[in-house]
């Protein structure tokens, strides 16, 4: 099932954290190099300063800010394993686009390590600084110095008083939970998350208790403690309980069709072949209008077809995304100047080629007259280099003018985006792919089912429908085994149970 987990954090001098230290701890840096669980990290809305290193930004915040004051604040969330990476990242990017956006610098790090159940682990933790970006330039010093309200570009960035409310958490926590529910909505995953107390759910289970890094770690290296102990029959009971409803479903679907098989003939106990036979084709035919509707899905999203197979799009880098974010924002007079400066490129490479041939030919003196003069070509060539340069410099102008400070912001945003359309459209077509492969697996088994049918004969029996199928019967005997096992697993639990010491955070000093 999809783990649900959601908390905040603050940091300050005061309670001994260091900013610095944190962010290596996130990038996987300095002492915590050798971890190799490190999946994904991006960076964010830095100053100028510190875009190139973002690490110069958290030494400045442990230098600069108060004593008291936060820091950093952390955000760490777990990730559905349910998603793929690239499911995850889309659903970490749409959650902090909405929340975070231009407004403040962060960093987010994705750690996959092994959980102890052997599965991944993945989960996310976002690092920001409660100090908003307004566009106005300060030097490391000043941007932690406190804010001026009349004349801001004279005092710091100004904080954020909207995460000093008690109930942004709550909020935070809802936004997550309708993220991450609607991401395993989009991929077909039935599993949902629910950050709600077990009380306010309204649950009878044993919660469990944290174990921290430091018991995972010992435990890790076969100290298997009291609380491991507890949270691993807590896993036990919720697997089971998740397995218990599992098997409740299937002994429903098996009632159902035994219902849909008898309510026709409530007398009859056999069903024609030819009727069977009859149902399969018309199955089979319903399968190959999806395979058609499939083709023309992926052809929509760029897929063409040749004798040798399928031929993907091909996939957009960075670069190309950034010069995509350039057409948009500069519009037609951009994409005019560029296609001149490639005009003028492709006039200079055939003025030259034709100066290079005409320069090996051995003319005769017919071709001596017809042809142009080696002068004249060197003449158009120079002519030609030159239109080059001057239609380069008007469009590199217009480009400087476009990646100006103030359109920054703007062609980030247009880049993700584009990005994460990619992203998008090479999900999807993975997706299609894999229901594709479904699909013919599915049509050569109806195949083989009608070919069963053919041997017996249009007007012989196949199927007797009266009585549950041995499936149903084997479901049920595992329905009264999981049953016993959650009477003995609660019974452990009631047990009289240790209390967890504390623990440290990897990041304190």
Same mark, same amino acid.
């Given at each position: ?6 908390s ?6 005061q ?5 610095s230290?944190q ?6 840096s300095?002492?915590y190099q050798g ?13 100028d300063?510190?875009q190139?290193?973002?690490?110069l930004?958290?030494?400045a ?12 604040t ?7 394993r349910?998603?793929?990476a690239?499911?995850?990242l889309d659903?970490?990017?749409?959650f902090?686009e ?7 610098p ?5 750690h ?25 330039e ?11 309200q009349q ?5 710091g ?5 909207d ?5 942004k958490?709550?909020?935070l ?5 309708q ?9 077909g995953?039935?599993e949902r998350?629910d950050?709600?107390?077990l009380?306010?759910q ?14 995972t770690e010992k ?12 949270v ?18 299937e ?6 069709r ?5 309510r ?6 056999w069903?024609?072949a ?9 199955r $089979?035919?319903?399968?190959y #209008?999806? +395979?058609? =509707?499939?083709?023309a899905? /992926?052809?929509? !999203?760029g ?5 040798s197979?399928y031929i ?10 950034y010069?995509?974010?350039?057409r948009t924002?500069g519009?037609?007079?951009y994409?005019e ?25 051995r ?10 003069h ?11 280099l ?7 410099f008007?469009f590199?102008a ?5 990646e100006?400070?103030n359109?920054?912001a703007?062609? $980030?945003?247009?880049t993700? #985006?584009? +990005?994460? =359309?990619?992203?998008?459209? /090479?999900q999807? !077509?993975?997706?299609?792919a894999?229901?594709?492969a ?7 088994a109806?195949?083989q ?9 249009a007007e012989?029996l196949?199927?007797?429908?009266e009585?549950p199928?041995?499936h ?12 016993a096992q959650?009477?003995a ?7 009289p149970?240790r209390?967890?010491g ?8």
């Amino acid at each position: 099932m999809a783990i649900s987990h959601f908390s905040v954090k603050t940091g300050s001098r005061q309670k001994g954290q260091s900013a610095s230290a944190q962010f290596a701890y996130l990038c996987r840096s300095g002492r915590y190099q050798g971890k190799g669980d490190l999946e994904h990290v991006g960076h964010y809305n830095y100053p100028d300063w510190s875009q190139a290193h973002p690490q110069l930004f958290w030494q400045a915040a442990d230098e600069y800010e108060r004593a008291n004051a936060r820091l950093y604040t952390q955000i760490e969330c777990a990730l559905p394993r349910e998603l793929d990476a690239t499911q995850r990242l889309d659903l970490l990017e749409d959650f902090l686009e909405r929340e975070l956006g231009a407004r403040f610098p962060y960093t987010c790090a994705v750690h996959n390590p092994a959980a102890l159940d052997g599965q991944e682990n993945p989960h996310a933790h976002i690092l920001f600084s409660e100090r908003r970006v307004d566009g106005i330039e300060r030097p490391r010093e000043q941007f932690f110095s406190r804010a001026n309200q009349q004349h801001p570009e004279k005092g710091g960035a100004a904080k954020d008083r909207d995460w000093s409310r008690q109930a942004k958490i709550g909020e935070l926590r809802d936004s997550w939970q309708q993220s991450v529910n609607h991401a395993l909505a989009q991929a077909g995953r039935p599993e949902r998350v629910d950050l709600r107390s077990l009380k306010e759910q309204g649950s009878d289970r044993v919660p469990e208790p944290k174990m921290g890094p430091l018991t995972t770690e010992k435990y890790r290296q076969g100290d298997d403690s009291e609380i491991v102990k507890v949270v691993q029959s807590c896993r036990s009971v919720r697997q089971g309980e998740e397995r218990l409803k599992a098997i409740e479903r299937e002994i429903d679907t098996y009632k159902a069709r035994l219902a849909l098989a008898t309510r026709d003939h409530p007398q009859a106990t056999w069903v024609p072949a030819s009727q069977l036979y009859e149902l399969a084709g018309q199955r $089979k035919q319903a399968l190959y #209008q999806q +395979l058609s =509707q499939l083709k023309a899905k /992926r052809y929509e !999203l760029g897929v063409r077809w040749s004798p040798s197979g399928y031929i993907p799009p091909p996939p957009l880098s960075r670069e190309a995304a950034y010069q995509q974010a350039l057409r948009t924002l500069g519009g037609a007079a951009y994409v005019e100047a560029e296609g001149k400066v490639a005009s003028a490129a492709q006039h200079v490479e055939d003025t030259r080629t034709r100066l290079e041939h005409h320069g090996q030919q051995r003319k005769s003196r017919v071709l001596q007259r017809l042809l142009p003069h080696q002068n004249e070509l060197k003449k158009q060539c120079q002519a030609a280099l030159a239109t080059y340069k001057q239609v380069e410099f008007e469009f590199q102008a217009l480009k400087s003018h476009l990646e100006h400070p103030n359109n920054r912001a703007i062609l $980030k945003a247009i880049t993700r #985006q584009s +990005l994460k =359309q990619e992203r998008r459209r /090479r999900q999807q !077509l993975a997706q299609l792919a894999k229901t594709e492969a479904v699909l013919q697996d599915e049509i050569k088994a109806l195949q083989q089912y009608q070919q069963e049918l053919r041997c017996l004969g249009a007007e012989k029996l196949a199927v007797r429908a009266e009585s549950p199928t041995p499936h149903a019967q084997a479901a049920l005997a595992d329905l009264d085994q999981y049953q016993a096992q959650l009477r003995a697993a609660r019974a452990r639990l009631a047990e009289p149970q240790r209390e967890r010491g504390p623990h440290r955070s990897p990041a304190r000093e």
